[in-house]
């Protein structure tokens, strides 16, 4: 006999296998899932979910495809939530300090109760990350968040109405554009294809036999 | 968290480790992959597809649940629509809200043309954001642009479209060039070098990755750029069918809000098909690494319109999904788990096979193990092939998993599976759909001349087999050139008078082949609701 367990989604009871995530119960329920549903494999962020097991007083947010459903557990998607993403020319933005005073002021805010960071669904230390913005310490930001998958569980919980996820992703964007550093052999491979280097030898292995290319390929060396 | 059994399988695992640690499983043949890959390889299950009956393809078999879809009927036979009353006009537009689209997109606004997406769910809820490993480009001393073709024709056994492949591995190095100049973070060592490695099939290092976030990363960054340039997106609405004009040209789409059930219609003066794949038909019962939508919606909406298909007979399976836990049954463990040195170990602690054959021969290989040797692990949905990924740690010291790979820690701990220490079980899973609609070298169809394709909607880039890498690289590239080509050819479109004649059409064709089916196409939302009467 499989193990049942009583959840409640937007309130209302069902017994639902034990052994189901949060999603694969709802389905197990009846509903057809047009919101709050993507990737199914926590990478997305679409399907944002708070709950609170009957009893208990803690509030907790998750990710419904990677969360595993409980006794008693009071179930409300977030399908969508209005976090404020600001609109900036990346070509035009340079990584100052200033650039998150202008574009992400409420930032400065932050009354450090450490809801976000609480609230992350992956595990993020969201307040941290944000902190480093406030200083301009762009690479420690983009690392700190780089695992975000924008979910906006955090952005929920926010008393200054901050949209981390939004934060992150500047931070991540001036870093990998202004910050890391430059690759040369990404620029020179560039410019030679540009220049025509490769063309014919390319044209000259789109014509050969197939023969002639099963014998390159399996006697081809392997970089070890 | 592991059963009894599995647990003393690991222990088996864990007394040949330091073995298997100084040594390299041997490579197949090219006779022994192809011996195989016939006998294991589901591509060859004959029981797996039907043949299509009307259309381009006519005689040419594809998988049954496809086929099903291409003799389905539209959901528009019957429906009263007036197709003067427009709700969108535009030049360009895209259906589908993933990488290639957001590519395109992108490059469409950067030529000045009016441009708009159109996606059943979100923006980014896409097999794009679930990319793990990476993207490939030869961009090094060692490597060259022929070295990747070599590799990506091989490996996808020498039917790939030159013209395609050639664009692909041509134009690889610039397309890395241009996420990383929108700031796409790739991980680069100190002085800017690239961090690259192995995939399967590769015969040099040019795996560009994203620590195991690579799709993630590349998708919110090209997400937000569509936002900056504010881009229309029309979320949580599908294209149903496309609109045609009276000279046979494409001339938009006809679109459903997902949550109102209304039509709308959308003009537009070139159409680019952005759909992506469709592991969410499970094509031979399989689990998919694929997200929610992923569902066949283009080819359906393509080949009713009268775009041929090309490969739509291949799929591939990725060897390494999760096997267990059942909760996680079916996600992708990403390939660079085996780049960074995880061997596919059995149920008695052996390796039987280089960790780094392609795709195609890695899964059939598993399902062999499992299947004819019976040296699986036994599982509560089916049985497993370790994956003995502590020998990351050991290889590269520890630390290692958490730096390269922490999508994949994460998803496991969550079910108290501690990767660093042991080994985890997978099967193959459905991946990636090798076919599609057929499209010329610069990305239209070759039935309708201003109607493209881009991303896993296109068939013909890998050939019948795809090598890791090459996906993430072929939405950027095609989704890029589909963007220009499109802008381009819409400056130069006169559109007629807007018809669904084509549906009409398609419905009489399948009723003189005498189909008859209960069924609407495209599926747009697999049907996962279990209802008890």
């Given at each position: 006999?499989?193990?049942?367990?009583?959840?409640?989604?937007?309130?209302?009871?069902?017994?639902?296998?034990?052994?189901?995530?949060?999603?694969?119960?709802?389905?197990?329920?009846?509903?057809?899932?047009?919101?709050?549903?993507?990737?199914?494999?926590?990478?997305?962020?679409?399907?944002?979910?708070?709950?609170?097991?009957?009893?208990?007083?803690?509030?907790?947010?998750?990710?419904?495809?990677?969360?595993?459903?409980?006794?008693?557990?009071?179930?409300?998607?977030?399908?969508?939530?209005?976090?404020?993403?600001?609109?900036?020319?990346?070509?035009?933005?340079?990584?100052?300090?200033?650039?998150?005073?202008?574009?992400?002021?409420?930032?400065?805010?932050?009354i450090g109760c450490n809801a976000c960071t609480k609230a992350c669904t992956q595990g993020l230390n969201v307040m941290q990350y944000i902190a480093y913005a406030q200083r301009g310490e762009f690479e420690k930001c983009a690392e700190e968040s780089f695992d975000c998958v924008g979910c906006g569980c955090c952005s929920t919980r926010c008393p200054a109405g901050i949209s981390h996820p939004m934060v992150g992703v500047l931070a991540r964007r001036l870093t990998g554009k202004y910050i890391a550093k430059e690759?040369?052999?990404?620029?020179?491979?560039?410019?030679?294809?540009?220049?025509?280097?490769?063309?014919?030898?390319?044209?000259?292995?789109?014509?050969?036999?197939?023969?002639?290319?099963?014998?390159?390929?399996?006697?081809?060396?392997?970089?070890e | 968290m592991y059963t009894e059994n599995m647990q003393a399988s690991v222990k088996k695992v864990e007394a040949t480790r330091a073995e298997r640690l100084g040594m390299e499983p041997r490579r197949m043949t090219a006779e022994e992959k192809d011996t195989l890959l016939q006998k294991f390889h589901p591509d060859y299950r004959k029981e797996g597809f039907a043949e299509i009956k009307i259309g381009p393809n006519k005689g040419?078999?594809?998988?049954?649940?496809?086929?099903?879809?291409?003799?389905?009927?539209?959901?528009?036979?019957?429906?009263?629509?007036?197709?003067?009353?427009?709700?969108?006009?535009?030049?360009?537009?895209?259906?589908?809200?993933?990488?290639?689209?957001?590519?395109?997109?992108?490059?469409?606004?950067?030529?000045?043309?009016?441009?708009?997406?159109?996606?059943?769910?979100r923006i980014g809820d896409a097999n794009t954001m679930m990319a793990e490993g990476g993207i490939q480009a030869a961009d090094k001393e060692n490597d060259s642009p022929m070295q990747h073709y070599l590799d990506a024709f091989g490996g996808g056994h020498f039917a790939a479209r030159p013209e395609?492949?050639?664009?692909?591995?041509?134009?690889?190095?610039?397309?890395?060039?241009?996420?990383?100049?929108?700031?796409?973070?790739?991980?680069?060592?100190?002085?800017?070098?690239?961090?690259?490695?192995?995939?399967?099939?590769?015969?040099?290092?040019?795996?560009?990755?994203?620590?195991?976030?690579?799709?993630?990363?590349?998708?919110?960054?090209?997400?937000?750029?569509?936002?900056?340039?504010?881009?229309?997106?029309?979320?949580?609405?599908?294209?149903?069918?496309?609109?045609?004009?009276?000279?046979?040209?494409?001339?938009?789409?006809?679109?459903?809000?997902?949550?109102?059930?209304?039509?709308?219609?959308?003009?537009?003066?070139?159409?680019i098909i952005a759909t992506g794949g469709a592991g969410r038909l499970h094509y031979q019962h399989f689990p998919t690494s694929n997200h929610y939508g992923a569902t066949a919606d283009g080819l359906v909406l393509g080949y009713r319109a009268g775009a041929p298909l090309l490969y739509q007979d291949t799929i591939q399976y990725h060897p390494t999904g999760v096997a267990y836990p059942s909760q996680i049954f079916g996600a992708l463990v990403t390939e660079k788990v085996r780049s960074l040195g995880a061997m596919l170990v059995n149920v008695d602690g052996v390796a039987f096979m280089h960790p780094l054959e392609t795709r195609d021969v890695s899964a059939a290989s598993i399902i062999r193990e499992c299947s004819e040797r019976g040296k699986g692990v036994t599982t509560p949905l089916g049985s497993g092939i370790w994956l003995d990924t502590?020998?990351?740690?050991?290889?590269?010291?520890?630390?290692?998993?958490?730096?390269?790979?922490?999508?994949?820690?994460?998803?496991?701990?969550?079910?108290?599976?501690?990767?660093?220490?042991?080994?985890?079980?997978?099967?193959?899973?459905?991946?990636?759909?090798?076919?599609?609609?057929?499209?010329?070298?610069?990305?239209?169809?070759?039935?309708?001349?201003?109607?493209?394709?881009?991303?896993?909607?296109?068939?013909?880039?890998?050939?019948?087999?795809?090598?890791?890498?090459n996906s993430l690289l072929d939405i950027i590239v095609f989704g890029r050139n589909a963007g220009k080509a499109a802008a381009k050819k819409a400056k130069e479109t006169e559109l007629g008078s807007m018809t669904l004649e084509h549906v009409v059409k398609y419905a009489q064709e399948l009723k003189a082949a005498a189909i008859e089916s209960e069924d609407v196409s495209p599926m747009l939302l697999p049907n996962y609701a279990r209802h008890e009467r």
């Open positions: 006999m499989q193990k049942m367990v009583n959840v409640y989604f937007y309130g209302k009871k069902y017994s639902v296998p034990a052994d189901l995530t949060i999603m694969t119960a709802m389905e197990y329920a009846g509903y057809t899932l047009k919101r709050g549903c993507g990737c199914r494999h926590g990478f997305c962020g679409a399907c944002a979910t708070i709950y609170r097991i009957k009893g208990k007083n803690e509030l907790k947010t998750c990710l419904a495809c990677q969360t595993q459903v409980e006794e008693g557990m009071y179930v409300a998607s977030i399908p969508f939530f209005p976090t404020d993403k600001r609109t900036y020319d990346i070509n035009e933005i340079k990584p100052t300090e200033q650039i998150m005073m202008e574009l992400y002021p409420e930032i400065y805010s932050c690759t040369e052999h990404l620029k020179k491979r560039v410019e030679e294809i540009k220049h025509g280097d490769y063309d014919q030898l390319v044209e000259q292995i789109m014509q050969k036999p197939i023969a002639e290319m099963q014998e390159l390929y399996n006697t081809r060396d392997i970089e | 040419e078999k594809a998988p049954a649940e496809l086929s099903h879809l291409l003799h389905s009927n539209s959901r528009l036979l019957g429906v009263d629509l007036d197709l003067n009353k427009i709700d969108y006009d535009t030049d360009v537009l895209i259906i589908g809200g993933g990488g290639a689209g957001a590519s395109a997109a992108i490059e469409a606004n950067e030529a000045g043309a009016d441009v708009m997406i159109v996606t059943k769910l395609l492949l050639k664009r692909l591995v041509m134009e690889a190095p610039d397309a890395i060039k241009w996420l990383n100049e929108l700031g796409v973070m790739f991980d680069k060592k100190e002085d800017g070098e690239m961090v690259t490695t192995h995939g399967g099939g590769t015969s040099r290092k040019r795996m560009h990755a994203c620590k195991d976030y690579s799709g993630a990363e590349i998708m919110r960054t090209l997400r937000d750029e569509v936002i900056n340039r504010k881009i229309p997106v029309v979320e949580f609405t599908s294209a149903v069918e496309l609109i045609k004009d009276d000279k046979g040209q494409a001339a938009g789409a006809i679109l459903l809000n997902m949550e109102t059930g209304d039509y709308m219609v959308a003009r537009a003066k070139t159409v502590p020998m990351i740690e050991q290889l590269h010291g520890e630390g290692t998993i958490e730096a390269r790979i922490p999508a994949m820690l994460r998803m496991y701990l969550n079910y108290d599976i501690d990767m660093r220490k042991e080994p985890i079980l997978i099967y193959p899973t459905l991946h990636y759909q090798n076919g599609g609609l057929e499209i010329s070298g610069d990305g239209f169809t070759k039935a309708i001349d201003n109607l493209l394709v881009a991303g896993e909607a296109v068939g013909g880039i890998h050939g019948r087999n795809r090598l890791m890498g």
